[in-house]
């Protein structure tokens, strides 16, 4: 699996991180609806953060080209997530951190270790912007996952009332850098 600044190239495994273009997020819609059925976000959420922040989005490719998973990225207030499927006019003057809003992979290609390669990116990049830290919602029970990645749970009164919103698995997460 390789990472692409450009073009994607055809790598062995097939695979490869990609930055997602507007003709990606039909596919992104898609993979979304399996990876989180009970955390609805339209195809109008995914062209407003890339809109927004068109670095922080990137696509896993098949060989084919096809997205496979994909993830999305901004910059965004500490301690505070955006409600789940509503547009964003700006990024906040006020970011403290790099937000990551989604990561989602189709089931077809889970398990093969795409998720690190691609997180790893947005956190040295994240670094060198001068961001302190990721950050994250885990529902799904995926706050192991993301302990996995390099995160850890932080549990604040601000965000408590608007996690009720992600359901009760719902964990917000930091990853210093």
């Known amino acids: 699996m390789e990472l692409q600044d450009g073009p994607a190239e055809h790598p062995l495994s097939g695979l490869t991180w990609r930055p997602m273009t507007v003709a990606d997020l039909d596919a992104v819609a898609q993979i979304a609806v399996i990876g989180f059925p009970d955390h609805f976000e339209g195809l109008e959420c995914f062209a407003n953060r890339l809109a927004l922040t068109p670095s922080g989005c990137f696509v896993l490719a098949g060989a084919d080209g096809a997205a496979k998973g994909y993830l999305v990225a901004y910059p965004w207030r500490a301690n505070d997530a955006p409600a ?10 006020d970011a403290q951190v790099m937000y990551l809003h989604d990561l989602a992979l189709h089931p077809d290609v889970r398990g093969r270790g795409c998720a690190r390669p691609i997180v790893e990116r947005l956190a040295g990049e994240a670094r060198a912007a001068g961001w ?4 994250l919602v885990a529902v799904n029970d995926a706050a192991p996952f993301w302990e996995g990645q390099g995160f850890a749970v932080v549990e604040t009164a601000e965000m408590a009332a608007k996690l009720q919103t992600y359901g009760p698995d719902a964990r917000y997460m930091l990853r210093r850098l």
Request: proline residues 14%.
């Open 132 to 135: 302190p830290a990721l950050a």
């Open 84 to 93: 789940l499927n509503t547009l964003i006019e700006a990024i906040p003057g």
